[in-house]
């Protein structure tokens, strides 16, 4: 596609309850990135993909985050159990493999999904 | 731990002054750097790069420097408009060109421009 696609631009959901982020990189872009930022702050970190592998998952904050990658494309993003302090907006970003030494490219980032946790 | 910091959390001009953003980073194995500039209710946008051998790059009215002795990173824009009205973020580049690879952003600066 033209850009990064994100759904659903908002969700809100009760304490408890499952939800699923997804989203659709650049055509093209191997590496795919979830960050997840909370009001009037920075961008934390959650997750790395490379192709359908992801080799840092250092970010997820708990069990209850999992995310997979199919198809070298398409993520999906799974917080289980919801509980308030999961409330932010997810932001996700591809961009061209700058593994071994290929060189440098920007992430492009999509317009995020607001999750609210009630 | 790993970490990028922002000096100054809002900064305010007037429109037509020229606007300096400052970063701090603390991981010597950095050697990309990136700056973004996020809207309200927007994803972060790509705004200039540059590489550890380098220490200024340029594009248009932005200016990055990198001083890695401190450990220091700015942005310059030129000439500031309205439209830069926005949060700026610093990031650094964990595992560039290795095995893996991540950007970690600081928390970032929001610069507002008085007309």
């Known amino acids: 596609g033209a850009g990064v696609s994100q759904s659903p631009s908002n969700k809100v959901t009760e304490k408890g309850k499952d939800v699923e982020l997804r989203c659709d990189p650049i055509?093209?872009?191997?590496?795919l990135y979830w960050y997840r930022q909370s009001l009037g702050q920075g961008l934390e970190f959650l997750i790395y993909f490379q192709g359908n592998s992801a080799p840092d998952k250092s970010g997820l904050p708990s069990d209850r985050f999992s995310a997979e990658r199919t198809g070298g494309s398409v993520s999906t993003l799974t917080i289980q159990r919801t509980q308030q302090e999961d409330s932010a907006v997810y932001l996700c970003?591809?961009?061209?493999?700058?593994?071994?030494?290929?060189?440098?490219?920007?992430?492009?980032f999509g317009q995020g999904t607001r999750l609210t946790v009630v | 731990g790993e970490s990028v910091g922002l000096h100054l959390p809002t900064l305010s001009v007037q429109e037509g002054d020229n606007s300096i953003i400052n970063c701090a980073y603390s991981n010597s194995a950095s050697d990309y750097f990136i700056w973004y500039k996020q809207e309200s209710g927007k994803g972060p946008q790509f705004i200039i790069d540059?590489?550890?051998?380098?220490d200024k790059r340029q594009g248009q009215r932005v200016t990055v420097l990198l001083n890695k002795t401190v450990k220091h990173l700015s942005l310059q824009i030129a000439a500031t408009q309205p439209g830069d009205s926005a949060v700026y973020f610093c990031?650094?580049?964990?595992?560039?060109?290795?095995?893996?690879?991540?950007?970690?952003f600081g928390t970032g600066t929001l610069l507002a421009v008085q007309p």
């Open positions: 970003a591809s961009s061209l493999d700058l593994t071994g030494g290929r060189g440098a490219a920007e992430a492009f």
């Open positions: 990031a650094e580049n964990i595992g560039y060109g290795g095995a893996t690879n991540k950007l970690i």
């Open positions: 055509s093209g872009h191997t590496a």
């Open positions: 540059i590489r550890s051998n380098m």
